[in-house]
């Protein structure tokens, strides 16, 4: 099995912008498994369907106090919406567990939905962060938003709590809510409780591994050092070129295994070579990925 391990974009087109696409063939150097470097093959894949995604991502950060990074009585609707559709989920769980006197399954289960929630932020990231781009529908926005995040990471820092996290509520409440009104199971809601969760406040835990070490709460400083959320340096990984990895964001304990078997790489071949899309992190650094450097006057405002 051959992975493409390189990816050079020789011909562009006229008029060609950063983060930009073309309609040229794409020169690949194929190296094997076992790591043998074959000889560069040259591969003429012109694409077949539509131009893989480009943003348009404003040239300025949201400044200090902007609307944009403020709470509202929407959002907080909706973080109210979620916390009460999982914790209906977790006390089924639990009132479930103790009348059935079967505690060791709904734990086991509520294990499995942590590890598992993990694994779907970092797929639900790597598609957000390659694929797609402001236009696109139900995506578009958190689509927009994380690619701005790449170029101004600092940004999620003072973004408030319900405006973080209000995506990803609104989303588990439309999930989770049919399921406590249909099911009575303790061990189902053992899971479906720890892993939708997990999964609401990983813009949290994200949010967290951005933070220096004295703005956070020791508690959580010693959560991310023992691996249970997503820790500070693991995350960095993820904002330094190549860009293409560390993308799990709840305790970051599947980025190792998805980054050395190279998971997301072998996804994006099989998706390029069916649909003929190539994902954003197959292109050179571009203003799309890199960080803007935070500066003087934004530092003070800090
Ligand atoms: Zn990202
Ligand atoms: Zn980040």
Avoid at 53 to 63: D, N
Avoid at 248 to 266: K, M, P, T
Wanted: charged share 10%; proline share 7%.
């Amino acid at each position: 099995m051959c992975i493409l391990h390189q990816h050079k974009y020789l011909a562009r087109p006229p008029g060609h912008v950063p983060g930009g696409y073309g309609h040229r063939p794409v020169t690949c150097s194929v190296i094997t498994t076992n790591n043998t470097k074959l000889k560069p093959t040259q591969l003429t894949i012109h694409q077949r369907l539509q131009d893989p995604p480009t943003l348009v991502i404003s040239t300025s950060p949201p400044v200090f106090n902007d609307p944009s990074l403020q709470s509202t009585w929407v959002h907080r609707a909706w973080i109210a919406a979620g916390c009460a559709t999982v914790l209906v989920s977790l006390a089924k769980a639990i009132v479930g567990a103790a009348a059935s006197h079967n505690l060791l399954e709904p734990m086991l289960t509520g294990y499995i939905g942590y590890i598992l929630a993990d694994l779907a932020s970092g797929v639900y990231h790597w598609g957000i962060d390659n694929y797609g781009d402001e236009s696109t529908p139900i995506f578009g926005s958190q689509i927009e938003a994380f690619q701005g995040h790449h170029r101004w990471p600092w940004i999620i820092t003072r973004r408030q709590f319900a405006n973080n996290v209000h995506a990803l509520a609104r989303a588990v409440t439309f999930f989770v809510l049919p399921i406590d009104l249909a099911y009575n199971d303790p061990v189902l809601h053992g899971f479906v409780g720890m892993c939708s969760g997990c999964i609401m406040f990983s813009q949290q835990f994200h949010a967290w591994a951005h933070s220096t070490k004295s703005k956070l709460p020791p508690l959580v400083v010693e959560l991310q050092n023992v691996g249970l959320l997503v820790s500070r340096s693991q995350h960095a990984a993820h904002h330094r070129p190549p860009y293409n990895n560390n993308y799990c964001i709840v305790s970051g304990v599947w980025n190792q295994f998805l980054d050395q078997n190279r998971i997301f790489e072998a996804l994006e071949m099989v998706i390029y070579f069916n649909l003929g899309v190539r994902p954003r992190s197959w292109c050179e650094p571009t203003s799309g990925w890199t960080e803007d450097v935070e500066t003087q006057s934004q530092v003070t405002l800090q």
